[in-house]
């Protein structure tokens, strides 16, 4: 499985100018396929179960993660995101953006087009750290009980 994730996520062609950034994603993604899927869990709340399905049904690293983003962004399932690209294979991103009701030109889509928003410091500290964003007693968490 990995090989096959891997062979695709080098040979696939660019998406388009504007989403220049998949490629750098689809090879860091290949670098460590295990820390990708485990930050997708961790960016997406959603289970690692789930991101190996999406995985599955996806061409590459960054069709992913723009399912998950996409879905995000539109209220959809990332299975649904995921569906429609395979569906619209020949369209760019930003006609599937476009046909999920993401206006271009918008904050939105620009937003989309800029880059992804993984592997940032807060989670990967988290990670590294084995701390996740649960319920522990931090700063301010007891203000106004009485002791």
């Known amino acids: 499985m990995a090989a096959l994730f891997f062979t695709f996520a080098l040979s696939s062609p660019a998406i388009a100018q504007d989403f220049a950034w998949v490629d750098d994603l689809n090879m860091q ?57 395979k569906k619209n294979r020949g369209k760019g991103w930003g006609a599937l953006a476009k046909s999920l009701g993401i206006k271009p030109g918008s904050q939105a889509f620009k937003d989309l087009k800029k880059g992804h928003d993984l592997y940032t410091a807060a989670s990967a500290d988290d990670t590294e750290n084995g701390k996740g964003k649960g319920k522990g007693k931090g700063k301010n968490k007891d203000k106004g009980k009485k002791k």
Do not use: W
């Not at 709340?45 to 996409?70: C, F, H, P, Q, W």
């Open 29 to 85: 993604a290949s670098a460590n396929l295990d820390a990708f899927k485990k930050e997708l869990s961790y960016r997406f709340k959603v289970s690692l179960g789930d991101v190996d399905v999406i995985i599955k049904n996806t061409r590459d690293a960054a069709e992913a993660y723009l399912s998950y983003k996409l879905g995000e962004m539109t209220g959809r399932p990332a299975s649904y995101v995921a569906s429609a690209r």
